[in-house]
């Protein structure tokens, strides 16, 4: 499996980030307190944000070297995002949100041909019983599956996650929680997850990264991170387990 | 010749009658009867005999705005502590405002019909002409070479006049008519086809010759003012030109009898019709001394 | 409950306002009056040249107006902030002197003459110059509408349109625009009843003439200086399209913003 590889720095309004991140072979859960800069991170990974300096690399494909004067525009860099409220197309109905993924890439097919494709990758979420439906008549958790439907239709190198568990009720954490933690367990590209929990933190990712005021605190596997915590922030984080 | 300005003018008078506004006749207030402007010539405006009255409210045609500013000025040197205020608009529209009641002293018009129905509809007392104005033919500087005369009219690519249903627009259909007796039956016709717009004011006439936006219009002489040199002015010849006469009249239960008085008598006294002429204005009707 | 029947009775006070004088105009008009009105010769002339014209002003100004409000509501900076003033300027301007901005632009003498019309010709008197003076007069309710339309938009599925490859065309015409249709058809709308009711700087820009350049609010004041009856028959007429079609829109507004509200 390919990795991302990340070294960033700009300033994004009265925030200076500067880090640098590496998924390795799995998932990268960036953990740290609100106003961090974890959105702020992805962001710039997506291309949304544009660092002043940075080199973003996925394998063998480079998204950004400013060294280099290179940059790829967000269209093309090919990196799946699922923000914290979805960002389901409120106007479209579930299958047609999937299609719209595939429409995107250039390949030019035939309507029918997108269409069974949707219904394929609904099909593994075991979403096919909401094709119909707009996302307002969608449960919290059912959103979150249909965005990741979404954004895994237009074939990402990475997969890119901001508090996915964020927007949902207490109850419904729970359930969530496990089914994304087995998905991104069985997913063959990287990913990185965004959260402030701890309880996230430890169960949905292989390797951490702690971010404090848009810098990395500390980086490693959760027992890492027990076993010698670099700042009083990751102490409170892990203790608080 | 079909004029189908006079089916909407009948029309109009009729519906007109029937919609009387509310009428608020001061049973107090005796009102003078304007005299006739021979005997009201020599006489000058009496200082303000009745102090209650310290505001004069003066409906006016448009055309009169210039003219009757300096008339105020005057009136105000013999009644200091007088506060005159004005209402200019289409004689049309201030004739529908004095039907519904608009608290009014004294009415202006550029029209002897308006007066003359306000006047059967007992809204003002009896009235008397004070000036006279006469359309003249505005050329733009473009078109000022090639037209010189009422019967180079046709050599104008775009020619404006004033709607027929206002006064200036009644005229000049008037004016083409005669013309059209002696310069050629067609005329009219020729003049006719190159109108492109009837325009709802003589200021909106003048200002599109004055643009050069239309190469010529008929408007009053009084209209000109500050334009005079924009446009070259074309005199109609009296035998096709049609004398506007502008009557005057007090309102019916004016809020202020007195000064009303006072104001018809200067706006008819030597000095006032001095004041007119100097605007553009001709001061001399029909059996008056002319100047 | 005591506070919004307060609310509610401030707010019946300017219902009142604005409904008296409609009321008065219905009911100063007998129906003998109205269908006496609606037989005025300037009458069909000027309502079909009023739908034609505003259909036209509407078209251009929407199919102009919707990418620039996109743009504005998409971009930063000064540069764009200043055109977007710039854009709101028409509708504080009188509509008379508006009329007269149009003729030192695009009339005879105007500053676009010698490239426009080195034949001397002009726009100015013509069925076109109704449909220019509409469109500056009007635009701007539309622009700002369907620009804090397009602000309003949830940022979030743009950028996931992005992420997802598409290009800008495709955001716009398949997310942005139909996201936004309910806030453009009500600015349309307002926009489109404000052209309706145009009358000053159509009167300086276009003129006045029957069947070319006269429009519903240019042949009420026309009638107004002969007919009384005939002009408020006119005015009545005038209010009844403009209700017909502004109720028309609210009722798919609230139609498709129902549909919206079970989202949240």
Known sequence: MNSLQAVVAGRIGALYVDAQIDTGDGTLVIVGPNGAGKTTLLLMLLGIRRPHSGRITVGESKLLDTAANLEVAVENRRLGYVPQDYGLFPHLTVLENVEFALECDSTGRQRKSRRIEAEAILDHLDLMELTARQSSELSGGEKQKVALARALAAKPQALLLDEPLGALDVAARHDVRLFLAAYLKKLDIPAIVVTHDPNEARTLGDRLAVLEAGRIAQAGTWEELCEQPATTFVQQLVSRM | ?291 | MAGQSLLSAMGGVLVVFLIAPLLGLVTATSFGDFVAGLRHPLVWPALRLSLITTSASLLFVVVFGTPLSWTLARANGRFIRAVEVLTNLPAVIPPAVAGIALLLAFGRRGLLAGWLYPRGWSVAFTTLAVIMAEIFISAPFFVQAATSAFRRLDGNCLVVARTLGASPLRIFFRIGLPMATPSLLAGAAMSWARALGEFGATLMFAGNFTGKTQTLPLAIYTALESNLCAAQALSLLLVVVAFAVLLFVRVVLARTTADEMREY
């Open chain 2, 1 to 291: 010749m079909l004029n189908p300005m006079n089916t909407i003018e009948e029309k109009s008078r009729i519906k007109l009658g029937r919609r009387h506004g509310i009428q608020i006749l001061n049973a107090l207030c005796v009102i003078t009867v304007l005299v006739t402007l021979g005997g009201c010539r020599h006489s000058k405006p009496e200082p303000n005999p009745t102090p209650r009255e310290d505001k004069l409210v003066v409906f006016a045609a448009a055309s009169l705005r210039e003219a009757f500013g300096h008339e105020a000025d005057e009136f105000k040197k013999s009644h200091p502590g007088v506060e005159v205020t004005f209402n200019f608009a289409g004689t049309q529209e201030i004739r529908t405002q004095l039907e519904q009641g608009a608290p009014a002293d004294v009415f202006a018009s550029a029209d002897e019909r308006h007066m003359k129905a306000l006047q059967d509809a007992a809204k003002v007392e009896s009235s008397t002409i004070f000036a006279q104005n006469e359309p003249v033919l505005v050329v733009s500087k473009e078109k000022a070479t090639s037209i010189h005369s009422l019967a180079e009219l046709p050599l104008a690519e775009r020619i404006v006049v004033g709607v027929p249903e206002v006064p200036i627009g009644k005229y000049t259909l008037q004016i083409l008519e005669k013309a059209s007796r002696s310069l050629g039956a067609d005329f009219e016709t020729r003049v006719e086809a190159k109108i492109v717009s009837r325009e709802l004011n003589v200021r909106q006439v003048l200002a599109k010759v004055t643009l050069g936006e239309a190469d010529a219009g008929i408007v009053y002489r009084t209209d000109l003012g500050a334009n005079r040199d924009k446009v070259s002015v074309v005199t109609i010849p009296p035998e096709f030109n049609i004398i506007v006469k502008y009557p005057i009249a007090i309102v019916k239960g004016a809020p202020h009898p007195v000064l009303s008085q006072q104001w018809a008598s200067l706006i008819l006294s030597e000095r006032g019709q001095t004041i007119l002429r100097d605007s553009g204005f001709l001061v001399a009707p029909a059996g008056k001394a002319a100047h």
